[in-house]
Nanobody
Framework: QLQLVESGGGLVQPGGSLRLSCAAS????????IGWFRQAPGKEREGVSC????????YYADSVKGRFTISRDNAKNTVYLQMNSLKPEDTAVYYC???????????????????WGQGTQVTVSS
């Protein structure tokens, strides 16, 4: 069974940190571009960060630039999203998505990804 599983979400105070993990099972992430998305209640899903399959090129939304870091460990078949200096507006369900890609393209629109995880809740509140 091919699937992505996110973990690492939780409740954190403003200014705190969390590291989300996106682990693949049933396939290897080596040739997959990965995107992190989030969706807050009553809001549309938004792209947060992406990483290419080839050279590790990355992209960050302006809202998280300088605070979040995406990385991948192909040996562990896992992609991470390190989130620092968290703000209440970062509260959302976070999803990872994978798209088979050998072009080195960094980010795709949500509908272009092949696999999605089930999501992990991140709540930033005092």
């Amino acid at each position: 069974q091919l699937q992505l599983v996110e973990s690492g979400g939780g409740l954190v105070q403003p200014g705190g940190s969390l590291r989300l993990s996106c682990a693949a099972s049933g396939f290897t992430l080596d040739y997959y571009a990965i995107g992190w998305f989030r969706q807050a209640p009553g809001k549309e899903r938004e792209g947060v960060s992406c990483i290419s399959s080839s050279d590790g090129s990355t992209y960050y939304a302006d809202s998280v630039k300088g605070r979040f870091t995406i990385s991948r460990d192909n040996a562990k078949n896992t992609v991470y999203l390190q989130m620092n200096s968290l703000k209440p507006e970062d509260t959302a369900v976070y999803y990872c998505a994978a798209r088979f890609d050998r072009s080195g393209y960094v980010c795709y629109s949500g509908y272009e990804y092949d696999y999605w995880g089930q999501g992990t809740q991140v709540t930033v509140s005092s």
